[in-house]
């Protein structure tokens, strides 16, 4: 398959992702990342309540920490991750808040409604490297009960008929003290030194 017609298949599927109202308890609209041909997926988990508003993911706190860690051990700077990495999520929708404060964590229901679109995105870009941040992410293609026990590897994964290289990283909200300890700090800065020796290259 030629790059033009990759473009163009991906393109047209996130035109139809984007008007996606299948969860009522979503807060619509869809945030969606640009329709970049890449062979890196970045998965997060889904959308804040600034992430609708300002129409890309990873916009406000939690990115700004994201872009920085990939930035210090990489060197790639932020525009250049939006323009050679496809962003994706577990759900593409912000969830709302909980009543006792904090984001909603979407249910089994929604995070199945959404997987037919991270699938058909797997299976169009055919990638090399996936890397999910945050525990959400990461248990959708590795088991994880510890962030000690996942952050820091790679592995193989396959789904979607596509085989690729998984590295996680935590979520870099803030939420968690566990990017702060000495173990934290440390896996962290690991699994970004694995992201920036792949062989997968980011201009």
């Not at 398959?1 to 393109?11: E, G, H, K, P, V």
């Not at 299948?22 to 807060?27: A, G, L």
């Not at 970045?42 to 406000?60: I, N, S």
């Not at 006792?100 to 409604?113: I, L």
């Amino acid at each position: 398959m030629t790059d033009t017609s990759t473009r163009q298949r991906l393109a047209a599927h996130v035109k139809k992702l984007m008007r996606c109202r299948k969860c009522p308890k979503m807060h619509p609209p869809v945030v969606s990342g640009r329709a970049v041909v890449s062979r890196i997926v970045l998965v997060g988990q889904a959308p804040g309540d600034k992430e609708p508003k300002l129409g890309r993911p990873f916009a406000w706190t939690a990115g700004k920490r994201l872009f920085k860690w990939l930035f210090d051990v990489t060197g790639w700077p932020e525009m250049t991750c939006r323009e050679e990495i496809y962003f994706a999520a577990v759900c593409r929708c912000f969830p709302g808040k909980k009543a006792a404060g904090g984001d909603r964590v979407p249910s089994p229901e929604e995070v199945a409604n959404c997987a037919e679109w991270l699938n058909k995105e797997l299976e169009i870009l055919k990638p090399a490297l996936l890397i999910p941040v945050g525990k959400l992410a990461i248990e959708q293609f590795v088991t994880v009960e510890r962030l000690d026990d996942v952050v820091g590897k790679k592995f193989q994964v396959k789904r979607a008929g596509q085989a690729f290289d998984v590295i996680p990283l935590p979520h870099p909200s803030g939420a968690s003290p566990w990017c702060y300890t000495a173990t934290g700090k440390r896996l962290l800065k690991k699994a970004l030194r694995l992201i920036a020796r792949h062989g997968v290259v980011v201009k």
